[in-house]
């Protein structure tokens, strides 16, 4: 069974450009999660969606990031503007049967 | 409020050493608490968790955990570390429904030495 696919690995850009990260959950899972983790900090859930409903989304920053999971599927976080703040390692994560399962995640350094 | 915290944020031990990793928890209804393992450019990977029931729970590579309601802890153990251990480990807690849904501690790196 393939894992949770994260694209890309890595990604660097300017303060105040904007970036998107995709995901592809494991297929069947209904239940997908993005979470920051910025270096030395436990990850922090971002959104949570079931199928292609959010579910919670209390700690996304709404004024720079969005997220969408068209189709109930693949998903995209997306952040625009970024800040320096920003920099960190973006984790997706799909769920099912009580286990979540991580994907690689995608490496963001803000300059 | 739900809230984690992991005491030492760096843990060195020799190979064959016990491996004690410390995990509070603070939870206003019964939690859920996990232990996540992450390897160096790596996802996080379950190790172990609590739901009802037993309240010592066995979990992958030999790791093992207590929930101590009294403690209100849920410390990870392994008798005998080896070195394919050294990674970094993360305590978790949720209150249920959504097992994804978690409160992560800061996380404990976990050295082993030869």
């Known amino acids: 069974e393939a894992g949770v696919a994260q694209s890309p690995r890595y990604k660097i850009i300017e303060k105040r450009q904007s970036v998107a990260f995709w995901c592809n959950p494991i297929?069947?899972?209904?239940?997908l999660y993005w979470y920051q983790q910025i270096l030395g900090q436990g990850p922090k859930l971002l959104i949570q969606f079931q199928n292609n409903g959010v579910v919670d989304d209390s700690q996304l920053p709404k004024d720079r990031f969005s997220a969408e999971r068209l189709k109930g599927v693949d998903s995209t976080l997306k952040i625009q503007p970024a800040k320096l703040e920003d920099s960190a390692v973006y984790l997706c994560?799909?769920?099912?049967?009580?286990?979540?399962?991580f994907g690689q995640g995608t490496r963001l350094t803000v300059v | 409020a739900q809230s984690v915290t992991q005491l030492g944020s760096h843990v060195s031990v020799s190979e064959g050493a016990l491996v004690l990793l410390r995990c509070n928890y603070s939870s206003s209804v019964p939690p859920y608490l996990f232990w996540y393992v992450q390897y160096p450019n790596q996802g996080l990977q379950l190790l172990l968790k609590y739901t009802t029931g037993a309240t010592l729970v066995k979990g992958i590579n030999g790791f093992e955990a207590e929930f101590k309601k009294s403690e209100t802890s849920f410390h990870l153990t392994k008798p005998s570390a080896h070195m394919s251990d050294a990674a970094e480990y993360f305590c978790a807690v949720t209150v249920g429904g959504s097992q994804g849904n978690l409160i992560f501690g800061k996380g404990t790196k976990l050295s082993v030495k030869p």
């Open positions: 994560a799909s769920e099912r049967g009580g286990e979540a399962f």
């Open positions: 297929s069947g899972h209904a239940t």
